[in-house]
């Protein structure tokens, strides 16, 4: 059989993923039958997102991106290894990016201006935190309120550290935030976050190997 490479972005192939009605495993299967690996790091991220019952015991009536274990079309051994390993590492990583916001953030609003573009760095009154001790208890506050609804109250989007990192960013309006400075870090270092696991993912499911 003949086979081709597939080139596409898997950030922008998630969010068309998570729109379709295709089952994630056949995406998988197809990738490793066309040699589109590419494909693989979106496919295999959507799939952490669910728990494991939902995986294998759907609830009637439930929407599921993952066949049934007696539909067919299951993953080899080896990606069902890969998945579970992913969805460890995702897991840890809704961990680590709340509790780095408790530190990320706030230092770089108190060295100064902190943006995506480094043309060196900047001071106004608005890029600098001006009132360290309350905005270091905001985040604290904000770090306690993000573990209990993620990690210990395991609501909307636990298993998903993308969007666990969007809504911290947001967390903060700039627009409305006493301390702007600080709001703004918040708001850049999310992005930085995100487009940091972005990177890590392959990582995570053992894509590499």
Known sequence: ???????????????????????????????RLTNAPSLLPAAFYDISRYTFAQIFEPIEDEPTRFRCVFGGGMLCADDMRRLALGKEASAHAVSAVIHGMGRGPLAHSRKGAFSLHTHGPTHS??????????????????????????????????????????????????????????????????????????????LWFRLDS
């Open 1 to 31: 059989m003949q086979t081709f490479t597939l080139r596409l972005s898997y950030a922008d192939f998630l969010s068309k993923l998570v729109t379709s009605d295709a089952f994630v495993q056949d995406i998988i299967n197809l990738a």
């Open 125 to 202: 009154p608005l890029s600098v935190c001006t009132m360290p001790g309350e905005c270091r208890r905001d985040f604290a506050e904000l770090v306690a309120l993000a573990t209990q609804h993620y990690v210990c109250d395991r609501e909307r989007g636990y298993a998903d550290p993308l969007y666990v990192a969007e809504e911290l960013g947001a967390l903060k309006s700039a627009d409305v935030s006493e301390c702007r400075a600080c709001a703004r870090a918040l708001e850049v270092w999310a992005s930085k976050e995100r487009e940091r696991m972005w990177k890590m993912i392959p």
